[in-house]
């Protein structure tokens, strides 16, 4: 049985260190054996990987390489709260939020980015309940927000 560890291996990624909250909130919390990590933007190397709207310059292919760079520092956060993500028992929800134009209705495609993500990662485990929103703008114009909570051991 592969672990989240290995199979993050298997896929190429590597965590980059969380991103410290840009506000007055923590980046997650825990109670009982529930984790929920805040809201994550698309940072690469410090940087959003995509800004702007969904619909109006930002291509779906775009919107979904932004929720899957969200998801992967959504488990950054999580590997930070836990010190293992073997001690992630299961992905309950994540939830989406797309910038997009008024007329924007692929919101779900764009989302799979983090889904199909948190799937490769923790396998059956990481199948979720999930909400994808559009929203007319997000912190430092990312295209995408991704936040999750998590059943822990």
Known sequence: MTTPAQRLAELGITLP?????????????MAGDLLIVSGQLPLVDGRILHTGKLG????????????????????????AALGDLGRVRRVLRLGGFIA??????????VM???????????????RH?????????????????????????
Do not use: K, W
């Open 17 to 29: 260190t969380p991103a410290a909250p840009i506000a007055n909130y923590v980046a997650f919390t």
């Open 56 to 79: 109006a310059g930002v291509s779906v292919e775009q919107g979904s390489a932004a929720a899957r760079a969200s998801c992967i520092n959504v488990i950054a956060q999580a590997q």
């Open 100 to 109: 997009c134009a008024p007329d924007f209705t692929q919101h779900a495609l």
């Open 112 to 126: 799979n980015g983090a889904s199909d993500l948190a799937v490769a990662v923790f396998g059956d485990a990481g």
């Open 129 to 153: 309940a999930r909400s994808t929103v559009g929203v007319p703008s997000l912190p430092a114009d990312a295209a995408v927000e991704v936040e999750g909570m998590f059943q822990i051991s």
